[in-house]
């Protein structure tokens, strides 16, 4: 939690501890046999150190630097994740696991969510509402209730996120 309200003042602390919660959560993941959630969770680990380092011209660790994408930008990114859900939805289809399809969802949705956060696009908030809802809901299907409450939290974090980057895009 400590990552994403960091991240939300745009403080670039957030994403060493961002790196240390995916870490963790790639064992508990793998160990449910969420298999693309094993993945995305490691990849969150990596990416947390590709944030670090990408945040690291922000002003006195905060910044000011965060702007819009157009609404053609928004549906080139939704439709470029819609086909990526559906391969990787193919792909769990070779497995055993159950949920695939919304694992699919919730793990490229996440990467393009992540991804615009390191880029401080404020859609990235859109982005982690939906992914958060849609991971209440595969969580609370595998009976991780304590991840089901993470992502809730989260969820109400995102919100908070949102409002935070909207001021500092406000004061440009």
């Known amino acids: 939690m400590l990552y994403l309200i960091l991240i939300s003042k745009l403080i670039r602390l957030g994403w060493?501890?961002?790196?240390?919660?995916a870490a963790a959560y790639t064992y508990i993941c793998f160990q449910?046999?969420?298999y693309f959630q094993s993945i995305l969770q490691l990849i969150y680990v990596f990416t947390s150190f590709l944030g670090f380092w990408s945040w690291a011209e922000l002003k006195?660790?905060?910044?000011?630097?965060?702007?819009h994408l157009s609404i053609q930008q928004?549906?080139?990114?939704?439709?470029?994740?819609?086909?990526?859900?559906f391969i990787s939805f193919y792909l769990l289809s070779y497995t055993t696991?159950?949920?695939?399809?919304?694992?699919?969802f919730v793990t490229v949705f996440s990467?393009?969510?992540t991804a615009l956060t390191i880029l401080r696009c404020i859609e990235?908030?859109?982005y982690w509402w939906g992914v958060n809802v849609l991971a209440i809901?595969?969580?609370?299907?595998?009976?991780?209730?304590?991840?089901?409450?993470?992502?809730?939290?989260?969820?109400?974090?995102?919100i908070y996120g949102y409002i935070q980057w909207q001021k500092t895009l406000q004061r440009k």
Not at 16 to 21: D, I, R
């Open 16 to 21: 060493l501890f961002g790196m240390f919660s």
């Open 32 to 34: 449910s046999s969420l």
């Open 60 to 67: 006195d660790n905060k910044g000011s630097e965060t702007f």
């Open 74 to 85: 928004n549906i080139w990114v939704i439709l470029a994740a819609l086909s990526c859900v």
């Open 97 to 104: 696991q159950e949920s695939a399809l919304l694992d699919s």
């Open 111 to 113: 990467l393009v969510a």
């Open 124 to 126: 990235n908030w859109y």
């Open 137 to 158: 809901v595969l969580f609370y299907q595998q009976n991780l209730k304590t991840t089901v409450f993470l992502y809730g939290v989260y969820l109400v974090i995102s």
